[in-house]
């Protein structure tokens, strides 16, 4: 006799609700049904072949190609930039069937309900979509300013992440073209590429198939409209679960629609199939009701979570602080075994990467007169510390100044993303990578080789530098860095999110006042230079509420500069080192 069924609930397993791809393979097929209602005579699509729909344009005989379109379809929450995975895999899958099929005309055009997004800063297409301008392109003839922004298009994939859909060596493939191309040849790629965001949701594309069958006379308003819908909707499916080729042409779109197709119906398999299209959706529609409903809660645990971390850090700081006052740091050595270089550099784990300047943003402002000032300032400061939030244009900032500055000669450290701890790994095989250190050599007597290794009036770049405390290590490897720059006449410049920590600047300080006595003493010197230095300390400038750019003194010793983009406050402060 069976046992009587558990009261016990089932769980199933998190991870297995496939709600997402079921609802991107509805959205593909309703776009397909979009497609098969506009085509013409000569005209057939072809399914699952190039793309997920190719339409193709034969000739008078039927068997030549004039034309064939590849369309990618894709169902997304969020806007969409040409650095986001699905851009770069679509571009990527356009130059490989380019190079696969030379000699069959070739276009492409990517749909979504998404919308276009801005491109993250740093970026030589500042304060727009890079989608948006690429197809300004498609309508427009080349010319001076078209060239500028296919230079912007091509600096932006070239400095993008492959993504994982995307296999090493097609990604390498068009990496080469795109490094290789000439202006006109990409201006003819992007031509052919078509940007075919915000199509609408599911519900406005199913609305669009079923205006589309009234329109064209093949159905009538209301439940006609909607029961033929349908059935257009499970023949395709039915034409897409098929091995091999799948075509459809417009005397198919006759034959399905005629009478006796219709006729032959099973009016019940009919009704079933809806009311599971429409269980479908409204459970689509629940869960992103319910996303909604979580997202402000979310929101403000961020928020609260943010002004947490801010307290924390104004708290240490402010330890920190009281801590320097009773007990000034010195530099010591012992931060070497911190750091691992007890150990050969090669022992780190890190990709030391390019120390390439990023290129400069294009269409930007070039602030000749705020450069012109604050290359005055910077002068003969050993270095120079800039702080401010994202898109303040530090970074063209620095990149504009340190052309006559270095003539040429700068070696940039990328540090974004990293901790202290991280960053002053990276730092060390940077450096490594510039001139290996032999174990023989000491890390005094390297680090000044190094640095002499580049030239005089070179420049070092500390791209997003993190915040450091006295544990770390970092605030100390600064402190000898800078202090081996002033030695060499290298420049050294650090942009970040904060100022320079106040343990950083006592560190700075005490080993540039020690070398000055030591130097001072052997020359018989006998000024009061602690005195002095404590006198040149960094400050932050205050920054006036004003429009455009503009550098005021503080002290004599330090600048500030507002950014044209007014997204919060960018400040720079230069010792006298």
């Known amino acids: 006799m069976p046992s009587p ?7 199933p397993l998190p991870d297995r609700d496939a709600w997402g791809a079921i609802r991107g393979f509805v959205y593909q097929v309703d776009v397909t049904l979009l497609r098969w209602l506009g085509l013409n005579e000569g005209e057939q699509l072809a399914l699952e072949c190039g793309e997920d729909v190719d339409r193709i344009r034969l000739g008078l005989n039927g068997g030549e190609e004039l034309e064939r379109i590849l369309e990618q379809i894709k169902y997304r929450e969020h806007n969409i930039t040409l650095r986001s995975p699905e851009a770069l895999e679509a571009i990527v899958s356009f130059y490989s069937q380019r190079d696969l099929n030379p000699e069959t005309p070739l276009r492409f055009r990517f749909v979504s309900n998404s919308s276009p997004g801005q491109e993250k800063s740093p970026t030589p297409l500042p304060g727009a979509s890079g989608i948006r301008i690429w197809n300004q392109l498609l309508a427009g003839q080349q010319s001076a300013k078209s060239k500028d922004m296919i230079e912007g298009i091509r600096s932006i994939l070239r400095t993008a992440t492959r993504p994982q859909a995307v296999s090493e060596e097609r990604w390498q493939k068009c990496q080469v073209f795109l490094a290789e191309s000439s202006t006109d040849g990409l201006f003819v790629f992007v031509r052919d590429f078509e ?7 599911i519900n406005d594309v199913q609305v669009q198939v079923r205006a589309g069958l009234v329109r064209s006379g093949r159905a009538l308003p209301g439940t006609d409209a909607q029961r033929k819908h349908t059935h257009l909707f499970v023949y395709a499916l039915r034409i897409m679960s098929r091995p091999g080729q799948k075509c459809l042409t417009a005397s198919d779109l006759r034959d399905v629609l005629s009478d006796e197709a219709i006729a032959s119906l099973d009016t019940k398999l ?3 199939l809806e009311r599971m299209r429409d269980l479908l959706l409204s459970r689509i529609d629940d869960i992103e009701r319910a996303v909604q409903r979580v997202q402000p809660a979310v929101e403000e645990n961020l928020l609260i979570s943010r002004e947490m971390l801010k307290a924390t850090q104004r708290t240490a700081d402010s330890v920190e602080e009281m801590r320097t006052e009773l007990q000034p740091g010195r530099i010591g050595l012992n931060f ?28 930007a402002t070039k602030r000749e007169e705020t450069i012109k000032v604050l290359i005055e300032r910077l ?8 702080h401010g939030g994202s898109g303040t244009g530090k970074t063209q900032l620095v990149r504009l100044a340190i052309a006559p500055l270095s003539a040429g000669n700068c070696r940039w450290f990328r540090l974004d993303g990293l901790n202290a701890e991280q960053a002053s790994n990276r ?11 032999r174990e023989s050599d000491s890390f005094e007597n390297w680090l000044i080789n190094v640095c002499s290794s580049l030239g005089r009036g070179s420049s070092i770049v500390l791209d997003d530098l993190p915040a450091s405390d006295r544990h770390d290590g970092l605030h100390e490897l600064l402190a000898h860095l800078c202090e081996t720059c002033d030695r060499t006449d290298t420049r050294l410049i650090s942009m970040g ?10 560190l700075v300080l005490g080993a540039l006042v020690r070398r000055a006595c030591s130097s001072s003493s052997r020359c018989g010197n006998s000024r009061n230079f602690p005195s002095a230095w404590r006198a040149s300390a960094v400050r932050d400038a205050r920054i006036p509420k004003s429009r455009g750019d503009n550098l005021t003194a503080t002290s004599g010793i330090g600048c500030g500069c507002r950014a044209l983009s007014a997204v919060g406050r960018l400040e720079l402060g230069c010792a006298r080192f």
Do not use: Y
């Open 497 to 506: 999110h904060k100022p320079l920590a106040h343990s950083v600047r006592s």
């Open 270 to 272: 009919l009704d079933q």
């Open 427 to 437: 730092i060390l095989c940077l450096l490594n990578s510039i001139l290996r250190r």
């Open 5 to 11: 069924p558990s009261n016990q609930e089932f769980h």
């Open 379 to 386: 002068g003969g400061k050993a270095w120079c510390a800039l």
């Open 195 to 201: 940007w075919g965001l915000e199509a609408g949701d």
């Open 336 to 363: 070497l075994e911190t750091l691992g270089l007890g150990k050969p550099l090669a022992t780190l784990g890190l990709d030391p990467g390019t120390m390439d300047p990023p290129p400069l943003v294009l269409m």
